[in-house]
């Protein structure tokens, strides 16, 4: 009996995953439980493991290619089961009529174009494409199970409008956008293939003749929208999106916590190996903080507000491309000592590699700090479906007005991005003082 192969959901906020590398070619045999291919979303890239025992029949999304959460990948099968094109339940094999030609074209397998103003089955990754590439669903023929309509009909009914045109991919889907006529476009590219500059010159021919010839310039260096980048720009936006964010700001005389630092450093001077930094001593107060705002500690989830009875402190880490955020759990069980070598622990592994769905998801709350940048202080951006965000800005010598006295002190701006759909503003500025006046007064987050 086929198995299909379907992109697994990680977490809340997990829409899509992008296929980035399947381990077995089709009819390679697989076994349950090895790897079968690799998803990369916005937050890591990790292998999928094989549903079934067979051999891998059908490969429907290859490397490279988006799908939805739950969409199917590909099937595995048993060895000699005929699988449909589609990669969907084995194909009944039926005897052929007499008389019939042995060599006869076998007849397709997807249903044919849909009538007018009838429901058009696609799967919704294919309805997303075709929505971008402007295509009627209803005239698309589709090849999927049952007849549904696949990612792959709409790009090869969008691209036969241009068969036969000398033309990248990227210019063909840049010509569609803006309505240009490929044929009627002279292309100046390698063996004449049109290029972007072509299309740009086709839709403002008076730009060909300028009045004095400007000097030449040099070519962009285009960076593509693609893999994680994509995904995490298509989080943020969905962040923005689908919570009201308000941010709240506070500047705090970090003095005390400075001074904090300081004696620990200077008790452990001993040990070489012994690292603090003020983004210990943050996350510790942090979680003292949320213990007495539970509000600030939950999640905006589909059945209502969750209050968690624990905190998963996430720590956003800057990698090589782009941003991950693994959390700590249970942090708020941690004394300082132990909460500061499991900080450093995921931090360092999601800079290296080695983290485990388990370490990105289920989040409480996030600290994201930036003072190692030399930043005052920023607008965080949500990492849904958490409540609140702080960010952290530097330390900076200034004058203040202590006892009465101007003199010098440890400055520090932090700021506070929170959803307005979960908690009212006084409720999240109430934990944001709180938080404030334990690292102003450190002993504070003992009491």
Same mark, same amino acid.
């Given at each position: ?25 089709? @009819? ?81 397998? @997807? ?101 004095? &010839?400007?000097?030449?310039?040099? &070519? ?71 213990? *007495? ?57 999601? *800079? ?96």
């Amino acid at each position: 009996m086929a198995q299909e192969v379907i992109m697994p959901k990680w977490g809340l906020t997990m829409k899509e995953g992008k296929v980035s590398r399947w381990l077995k070619a089709e @009819g390679d045999p697989v076994k349950a439980g090895e790897p079968l291919f690799e998803v990369e979303t916005d937050k890591i890239t990790n292998s999928v493991e094989a549903p079934a025992d067979g051999v891998l029949a059908k490969i429907i999304v290859p490397e490279g290619g988006v799908a939805a959460v739950q969409a199917v990948l590909g099937v595995i099968a048993a060895p000699g089961e005929a699988v449909d094109v589609a990669g969907g339940a084995p194909a009944a094999a039926e005897p052929a009529p007499a008389g019939a030609s042995s060599d006869a074209a076998p007849a397709a397998s @997807g249903a044919g174009p849909a009538k007018d103003g009838e429901f058009v089955k696609a799967m919704p990754a294919a309805r997303k494409l075709a929505r971008e590439l402007e295509v009627d669903l209803s005239t698309v023929t589709g090849t999927g199970r049952d007849g549904a309509v696949t990612m792959k009909d709409v790009q090869e009914a969008a691209d036969a409008a241009f068969a036969g045109v000398n033309a990248s991919r990227k210019a063909i889907e840049f010509a569609r956008k803006k309505g240009i006529d490929l044929t009627q476009v002279a292309g100046t590219g390698e063996d004449g293939r049109i290029t972007k500059a072509d299309i740009l010159r086709a839709m403002n021919p008076a730009a060909e003749a300028p009045a004095a &010839a400007a000097p030449a310039q040099a &070519a962009d260096t285009v960076i593509p929208m693609e893999g994680v980048r994509k995904l995490i720009a298509d989080n943020m936006q969905a962040s923005l999106t689908n919570a009201a964010q308000l941010t709240v700001f506070v500047e705090i005389d970090a003095t005390g916590m400075v001074e904090l630092r300081g004696k620990l450093l200077a008790r452990n001077k001993r040990n070489p190996d012994y690292r603090l930094s003020y983004n210990d001593i943050v996350s510790y107060a942090v979680c003292r903080a949320l213990k *007495r705002h539970p509000i600030m500690n939950s999640t905006l989830q589909d059945d209502g507000i969750h209050l968690h009875d624990y905190v998963n402190l996430g720590i956003a880490v800057s990698i090589d491309n782009g941003l991950i955020v693994p959390n700590v759990k249970n942090a708020d069980k941690y004394g300082l000592e132990g909460l500061r070598t499991e900080v450093r622990d995921v931090a360092t592994r999601a *800079r290296k590699g080695g983290l485990s769905m388990d370490e990105i998801s289920g989040g409480t709350f996030t600290i994201s700090n930036v003072s190692m940048l030399g930043v005052d202080g920023f607008t965080p951006i949500l990492n849904p479906p958490e409540t609140g965000i702080l960010g952290v800005g530097r330390i900076v010598e200034k004058p203040a007005v202590k006892d009465g006295a101007v003199c010098v002190r440890q400055m520090m701006t932090l700021s506070l991005t929170f959803n307005h759909m979960t908690t009212d503003g006084a409720p999240a500025m109430a934990f944001l003082r709180e938080l404030g006046d334990m690292l102003e007064d450190p002993g504070l987050m003992i009491v």
